[in-house]
């Protein structure tokens, strides 16, 4: 996308959203958001603006002020025929969107910016560069490492599904990197990594026959063995985390990697991907009640596209415009063919399952069920549920939406000592 400048891509998407081009508005969201953006959420709530309030009159003037050091927020103020509202726009330097909003014209202030978690303590660790795997699909980490003499246990971290970034950067939070910093602070050493998707997106784009193995096995594989590699790293005491989509193949990459010491599967799906999106569209849709029969159409063509997913006639020559998110065929026969929960099962080694009550894309009814149905019989596995927490175990009250992500927030600090209790009781448990 050509960088427009923030003002100029406010008013573009309120003319998109006026002319009703929705599905236009999420192409212009960053790649990292994109997937839990559905145009027919969008369409929903600017509906619901226009059934209450009569059409748009007038557009007044804009004001602008830096968010963070990469992003604007924009504020529009729209007269309607019967009222006022503002819509916020996050702008990256870029020009794609990280936030967008339609609120009340008296609750139009920018949200604060990030800081520091109260958990992290970067006095307490160093961070390095490192290159994870070889060759031109090599990717830039991270190593956390805290000043602590070791042997430390440690901990490899894995993102979600689309271009993920090693902080797993969601507009302007930093899940992965906050608890990164805070187990580093409690003497975890821990590496991160971006991944292939976000580092080298044209070559996966140019790879029509790329697959979720390809997605993740070869870059946590070798994050897994640069760990163990460090001095200050307990070999033994390698621990592999994953969070949403990564925590769907956290199970497969342990069966490809048997010294990996137990898994921490964090808002893991289980579900069927392509069922699961369906959901997440009906769920978004459902917000506003008054809007919710106008998405109908595009969670029946969502639902038709799943459905192609599972056909027996899907091979790796299905037209791509035929399958979710025009990803090529070969990426679902590869996830199709993935059960994580019975892998898990079969892998005999210790887990801990954490999943947020508010999450609406991996839930407790949907996915953590699945889980414990398939490894109720173990005692090596615990699993912990965070009632008030969303996808990226964001504390937070009410029905959780793409909207509550705009204003920066900090991972759960309960969530950060969970797992740094786990870690350090299964690593003692293995002298």
């Not at 921490?264 to 809007?291: F, H, K, M, N």
């Not at 037209?319 to 996830?335: I, K, N, R, V």
């Not at 889980?371 to 019989?377: I, M």
């Amino acid at each position: 996308m050509t960088s427009t400048g923030p003002r100029t891509v406010a008013l573009a998407i309120l003319d998109l959203a006026r002319t009703g081009r929705f599905a236009d508005i999420r192409e212009r969201f960053t790649p990292s958001l994109r997937p839990m953006v559905a145009a027919a959420a969008l369409q929903a709530a600017w509906d619901a603006g226009v059934a209450q309030l009569g059409p748009v009159v007038s557009v007044g003037d804009l004001s602008s002020e830096p968010a963070d050091a990469h992003i604007v927020a924009v504020r529009v103020p729209v007269r309607f025929e019967r009222g006022e509202l503002t819509l916020l726009v996050s702008v990256i330097a870029n020009g794609e969107l990280a936030g967008l909003q339609l609120v009340p014209a008296d609750a139009s202030q920018p949200p604060a910016p990030w800081r520091l978690a109260p958990y992290a303590d970067p006095d307490r660790f160093d961070e390095h560069e490192v290159i994870v795997g070889e060759g031109p699909l090599g990717v830039p980490g991270t190593l956390t490492l805290p000043k602590t003499a070791g042997p430390l246990p440690g901990l490899v971290i894995v993102g979600g599904s689309g271009p993920v970034d090693r902080d797993g950067t969601i507009a302007r939070s930093k899940p992965l990197k906050d608890l990164a910093w805070g187990l580093a602070s409690r003497e975890v050493a821990v590496l991160r990594f971006d991944k292939v998707t976000h580092a080298h997106p044209d070559q996966v784009k140019a790879d029509r026959d790329f697959t979720v193995a390809d997605e993740y096995l070869p870059h946590a594989l070798a994050a897994l063995r640069l760990l163990r590699a460090h001095p200050a790293v307990a070999a033994e005491h390698v621990f592999l985390a994953g969070h949403s989509l990564g925590g769907t193949i956290a199970p497969r990459i342990a069966a490809a990697d048997p010294r990996v010491a137990g898994l921490v599967i964090l808002a893991g799906g289980a579900e069927p991907l392509q069922w699961a999106v369906v959901r997440q569209v009906r769920y978004l849709a459902s917000l506003d009640p008054t809007t919710a029969a106008a998405s109908q159409p595009a969670i029946d063509a969502m639902t038709a596209l799943a459905e192609c997913v599972d056909s027996p006639a899907l091979s790796p020559d299905t037209p791509d415009d035929e399958l979710p998110f025009s990803t090529p065929a070969p990426y679902w026969l590869d996830l199709r063919g993935y059960d994580p929960v019975a892998t898990a099962a079969a892998l005999g080694k210790p887990m801990l399952i954490c999943q947020g009550g508010r999450d609406y894309q991996a839930t407790v009814t949907d996915d953590l069920t699945r889980w414990q149905a398939g490894l109720h019989a173990r005692t090596d596995v615990t699993i912990l549920t965070y009632p008030a927490d969303n996808h990226f175990f964001f504390p937070g009250t009410g029905p959780s939406s793409p909207a509550e992500l705009i204003t920066p927030q900090h991972v759960d600090p309960q969530l950060v000592t969970d797992i740094n209790d786990w870690l350090t009781s299964n690593a003692r448990a293995a002298l």
